[in-house]
């Protein structure tokens, strides 16, 4: 039985222990830590291509203090047909302890945490989960907003594959807020309606009273054909000039990325005040750092006695 702990999904975390690695992350942000992680190996295995995620583990890693490897699997023994169950144990025996892995196939982490005698963080596996991003994402609304109780975050497109989407749900209704899931049938099936989540097909009925939209993108890479044309989509659910109109003062505009502008949103989001992007990549590093740091060195601490 594994003793580690690993990062698969959000309901991996107790709220005590988000609080926590949001705190750290405050601390790591007021002032650059020392080498926490000196001596601790990390290797990052990426089998999609990454550009947010990737950098800001490797940031975050080498801030700490960490022995960085990167593995292509592509160049690694998998090609030649060692399991990946195989590779973890021969990269635990070699003194290896955290592991990011970023996969097409659900479930992915989770098998490889099985085999790996470490920390596994999953840095996204297919449709289904991104807990890192959805961490970041609730620490840029904790931020703006404090407290997200009874807050209404509304999340915009394609929810169905987006493992952002699943990730940040599950992490706002653990934090008391309201989630307003917005989408056309195909990328928002009814199912995904719960406590907490009322889906709404109409994008403008919610305009005025969303506290934040989070946008994502169109993943068509994970549609066999695509339901709706893109000028459909553009009229029904991209945020422009005349969306932002409609915006209380005080609401700000997210989005996991990469964006696609002129789909989802066009230039003029861009250029709007409450626009959190930046802010959401800036938060990216540090966050990750105090996912790594809880990890390592901070679940113990948390343990009752």
Request: hydrophobic share 40%; glycine share 8%.
């Amino acid at each position: 039985m594994r003793t580690t702990r690993s990062l698969i999904d959000l309901d991996d975390l107790s709220a005590r222990e988000i609080d926590y690695i949001f705190e750290r992350t405050a601390d790591f942000e007021r002032e650059r830590p020392g080498r926490l992680l000196d001596g601790v190996a990390c290797v990052n295995m990426f089998f999609e291509h990454s550009t947010r995620t990737m950098t800001s583990f490797t940031l975050a890693q080498k801030r700490l203090g960490a022995d960085v490897i990167t593995i292509w699997p592509k160049e690694s023994s998998l090609s030649k047909g060692e399991t990946i169950e195989d590779t973890a144990i021969t990269l635990a025996a070699m003194g290896v302890n955290v592991l990011v892995i970023r996969h097409p196939e659900p479930g992915f982490p989770r098998r490889v945490a099985l085999s790996f005698d470490g920390h596994v963080i999953n840095a996204g596996d297919g449709g289904h989960a991104h807990p890192t991003q959805a961490l970041l994402d609730l620490y840029t609304l904790r931020e703006e907003f404090g407290d997200l109780r009874g807050r209404k975050i509304a999340i915009v497109g394609d929810i169905l594959h987006s493992r952002v989407a699943h990730s940040s749900i599950a992490g706002l209704r653990n934090l008391g807020a309201d989630v307003i899931a917005v989408g056309p049938p195909a990328f928002l099936p009814d199912e995904f309606m719960q406590a907490s989540v009322r889906i709404e097909r109409d994008f403008d009925a919610v305009l005025e009273e969303a506290d934040a939209i989070v946008l994502l993108r169109i993943q068509r890479e994970r549609f066999e054909s695509m339901p709706m044309t893109d000028d459909e989509y553009i009229a029904q659910y991209r945020l422009d000039s005349g969306r932002l109109s409609r915006l209380r003062e005080e609401t700000i505009i997210m989005h996991p990325g990469p964006y696609n502008r002129g789909v989802e949103l066009d230039d003029s989001v861009l250029e709007f005040a409450g626009w959190r992007y930046a802010k959401q990549v800036m938060h990216g590093v540090s966050v990750r750092m105090a996912i790594l740091d809880f990890l390592i060195n901070g679940a113990r601490a948390l343990v009752s006695p």
